[in-house]
């Protein structure tokens, strides 16, 4: 019935019956680097044991861009460790008047506000449909900063789980670069075990688009087009994805004013995924031409899948994401994805962390 705990994550702050706040205390101690007015940093706070934390990606314009990991409780009511988006700040951090639960998973500020980006990601990997194992599953091994100045944060996160006959390892790897409105995630699956798998990965969201708790006018959207019905692309053609808080126009009463801002997905590379889709329920989707809208007042989705995929014993696969904030186009109102990439130095730091 009670606990005594040193953080809250996201949905357990109603449980709350009294606190006590060290960090008055402990921030006569810290020591914050100083930086230049109008220079773009970071800023992150990282448990390496239990592999959870929050990044901050401060803009020369004032803006920011939050991103928690594992700072929530899944559907199942357990905790993921490691590099697996979702969660709020710690409860402390609320004292800022600012602060909304828009200001969860990935979000915005704008200088006035907070605006939802992304949401608690929905990641499973599966030999089937009936055999899924989702990260909180997963043995955590370890997580370590790979690399942390104000400009660059590099974060590594390790994990194990059986997978039916063998075992599967997972390294995945978070990348930020100050000034950049997305961050990479780069995962290494590895077949640690003696006999072969064949493995279906899922990556996907309801990101409540501009609002914590609605997906009221999120609507999909590609390269040049936009998606208001159900429906999948083809991740040969296209190489990202995302959802525009712009309003479906048909839908009755979704001409009201939005927040405009967009999300994005890309995946990087040759192992491209299988299936992208657009949806009002995780799991399935209507073809576009049966013109099923995105109606769903808050489990709009965008969903990615890869698999089958072998991995022979002692081999790997890898996956690589980009995932953050798209920008809008004034001129005709689409939106439009940064450029994005990995540089040989990120390259060489993982690397080196893999010997």
Known sequence: MFD?????LLGE?????????????????????????NHSHLS??????????????????????????????????????????????PYSKHDNAQLTMSATGMAHFD????????????????????????????QFLNSKILFSDSKKLIIRSSHKFPFGTTTLRVDRYAVFRAGENYFILMMKI??????????????????????????????GWARGRLFNFEGSLDPQQYSYAGMYDIGNPVIL????????????????????????YFSNKEGQFAE???????????????FLQWGPRPIMPQGRDYIILAIGMAGTDPKNG?????DVGLDQTDFDVIQSDAR
């Not at 980006?117 to 055999?131: F, H, K, R, V, Y």
């Not at 077949?191 to 708790?213: K, L, R």
């Not at 049966?290 to 489990?299: A, C, G, I």
């Open 4 to 8: 005594l705990k040193s953080d809250l």
């Open 13 to 37: 702050e109603n449980r709350l019956l009294a606190k006590f706040e060290l960090d008055p205390i402990l921030d006569l101690f810290r020591y914050e680097h100083s930086h230049k007015p």
């Open 44 to 89: 992150y706070s990282w448990n390496e044991r239990n592999g959870s934390g929050y990044i901050f990606n401060y803009r020369e314009d004032g803006t920011q861009l939050l991103t928690c990991f594992s700072r929530f409780r899944d559907s199942q009511g357990e905790i993921p460790k490691g590099l697996f988006l979702g969660g709020g700040l």
């Open 111 to 138: 200088g006035k506000q907070w605006h939802h980006l992304w949401c608690n990601a929905n990641e499973t990997i599966a030999s089937s449909a009936e055999e899924k194992h989702d990260p909180s599953t997963w």
């Open 190 to 219: 590895s077949n640690i075990g003696n006999d072969p798998a064949y493995y279906y990965y899922v990556y996907g969201d309801e990101p409540w688009v501009g609002q914590f708790g609605s997906s009221g006018g999120n609507i």
């Open 253 to 276: 009463g979704e001409q009201n004013k939005f927040s405009g801002l967009a999300n994005f997905i890309e995946w990087i590379g040759d192992n491209k995924p299988n299936l992208v």
């Open 288 to 302: 576009e031409k049966e013109r099923v809208p995105l109606y769903s007042k808050d489990n709009r989705v965008i």
């Open 334 to 338: 689409m939106p439009f994805k940064p």
